[in-house]
């Protein structure tokens, strides 16, 4: 099974920057697309940014200019810069990984990670 790891989190204050980090794993052959999430409790999640296999990359209209999305796609991991934090950034954020060939097949479906808080506070 495809599993995603996140790391990178933490308390940062307003105007700083933070790089999350997430590893996909299990017998992978590509990933098509992988991106960020985050949620607020009480609140729907929301897409941060994505980005192909391509490199072709999309943005939440919140976060363009102050976020960067990549990707190695030899090594399956996604990274997040986050820069000029603001407190209303503040959320658990997650990977996400869709379409995923594998040694078992393809699945055509969303993979998420366990998640990481980001708090953004003087």
């Known amino acids: 099974q495809v599993q995603l790891v996140e790391s990178g989190g933490g308390l940062v204050q307003p105007g700083g920057s933070l790089r999350l980090s997430c590893a996909a794993s299990g017998s992978i052959f590509s990933i098509a697309v992988m991106g960020w999430y985050r949620q607020v409790a009480g609140k729907q999640r929301e897409l941060v940014a994505t980005?192909?296999?391509?490199?072709?990359?999309r943005y939440a209209d919140s976060v363009k200019g102050r976020f960067t999305i990549s990707r190695d796609n030899a090594k399956n991991t996604v990274a997040l810069q986050m820069n000029s934090l603001k407190p209303e950034d503040t959320a658990v954020y997650y990977c996400n990984a869709y379409r995923v060939v594998t040694t078992r097949g393809t699945y055509t479906y969303d993979f998420w990670g366990q998640g990481t808080q980001v708090t953004v506070s003087s």
């Open positions: 980005i192909t296999s391509g490199d072709s990359t």
